[in-house]
């Protein structure tokens, strides 16, 4: 199988019993603006695209929520006990992105769409949520040609500036997915 279209993603997340719970716990917290995010949607595409039949590990499972009114660090921690109780063998990683802008040093965010959008990499700058019905809703404010492509690429929040850049290129080296995901095309600053 080959994804193209956004479509097929919101489809291959919806046969996914595994993805499904973790969104449908989630769901259960009633965050306001929350999507899980990342690597939770990354992964899969890049494995259906190198035709893998085993899920690689993600390290954490990233929920994300926008809440200017309960903007603790503390209430993060609450929900992700609480997502912990439902299910604890997942890495749970709440973050609400109403504060997040302090810890990236960077002008606030004003949605949690806006936050992914000013994530790193085109690939990664990727939401999935459930509506009232269950039915997945994709966010990718940068499309999503660059992940099905198995393109690495910055988004154009990190094109912005060079110490944004510098950030990227040392993530990529970090993040070393050509290992696990040996088809990935990187996009550096050599190679634009």
Known sequence: MVITTEREIVVL?????????????????????????AGFVRSKIWDV?????????IPDIDVIYYDRINS?????????????RLLPAIPWSVKNQARMHSV??????????????RFPETATALGVKLDKGNNVILT???????VVNLRVKPTPYFCDKKERMKIYEERIKKKNWQVVWNKLEIISLDSD
């Open 13 to 37: 997340i919806q046969e996914d019993k595994w993805m499904m719970d973790l969104l449908k716990c989630a769901k259960s917290l009633n965050l306001p603006d929350w999507w899980i995010c």
């Open 49 to 57: 695209q190198h035709g893998f039949n085993v899920r690689t590990t």
């Open 72 to 84: 603790g660090k503390s209430v993060e921690k609450e929900y992700e006990e609480v997502l912990k």
């Open 104 to 117: 990236n040093n960077v002008i606030p965010y004003t949605s949690s769409v806006d936050a992914i959008s």
């Open 140 to 146: 990718a404010p940068h499309g999503i040609e660059d």
